[in-house]
């Protein structure tokens, strides 16, 4: 089992609508969570970071963080065409060195 | 966000020559870099981990003496794939990471290897 799953996707959505990406872990250790959106044949850009459980938002993007069921999520409001990319989770512990991702999801915003 | 350079962006050798991929970090300095493959919508797979001034760390099954990793000073580091194959072409992405905490980790523009 990997200690972060992602599902793979595709996920396909209107414009306008929302998108709604999660990840589950298993590592009780890791308190870190980041998403990355990787646009094809590009390098990952780190979007947002939530520490330990809790909510956090920053424009369209908002991400949550449940340690106790062990569950994040990413959800992208009032999505754009530009959205369209692989969205990757990934977590590291505290004191880590090394980031763990998700398998990535595949969202195609359809205009 | 910070900016890391990383070049070249694609590459084309033949089979049996070495390939260098280098990685910059333009405004800040990197103790940790981290070199990533990545194969066709895959995630990253880490395959190995650098300190400036210190040998990389390598991961479970990567071969060290195939893909030689340099870090010599805090804003770079190399990747040198040795006696190149068509099975090693992929993605290659890298990763600098200041010592201000675990999530200031930045990723380079990534770097497509075709062995032919």
């Known amino acids: 089992q990997k200690e972060v799953e992602q599902d793979p996707g595709p996920l396909s959505v209107p414009e306008g609508a929302i998108v709604s990406l999660n990840c589950t872990y298993s590592?009780?250790?890791?308190?870190?969570f980041m998403w990355y959106r990787q646009y094809s044949r590009k390098g990952p850009e780190l979007l947002m970071y939530t520490y330990s459980s809790g909510n956090k938002e920053d424009g369209r993007f908002t991400a949550q963080v449940d340690k106790s069921s062990k569950y994040i999520s990413l959800f992208i409001r009032d999505s754009q065409p530009s959205d369209s990319a692989t969205y990757l989770c990934a977590a590291i512990k505290a004191a880590g060195n090394k980031l763990t991702f998700g398998g990535g999801t595949r969202v195609l915003v359809k205009p | 966000g910070a900016v890391v350079s990383q070049h070249p962006s694609w590459v084309i050798c033949k089979s049996g020559t070495s390939v260098k991929i280098e990685c910059r970090s333009l405004?800040?300095?990197?103790?940790?870099m981290f070199w990533y493959r990545q194969f066709p919508k895959q995630s990253l797979m880490l395959m190995a981990t650098?300190?400036?001034?210190?040998?990389?760390?390598?991961e479970q099954g990567v071969e060290k003496d195939k893909f030689l990793i340099n870090h010599a000073s805090l804003t770079l580091s190399t990747l040198t794939v040795t006696s190149a194959h068509p099975e090693d072409s992929s993605f290659y992405i890298c990763?600098?990471?200041?010592?201000?905490?675990?999530?200031?980790?930045?990723f380079g523009q990534g770097t497509r290897l075709t062995v032919v």
């Open positions: 590592n009780s250790a890791f308190q870190y």
């Open positions: 990763s600098a990471r200041s010592d201000r905490g675990p999530t200031e980790a930045f």
């Open positions: 650098s300190n400036e001034g210190s040998k990389a760390t390598y």
């Open positions: 405004d800040f300095q990197a103790t940790t």
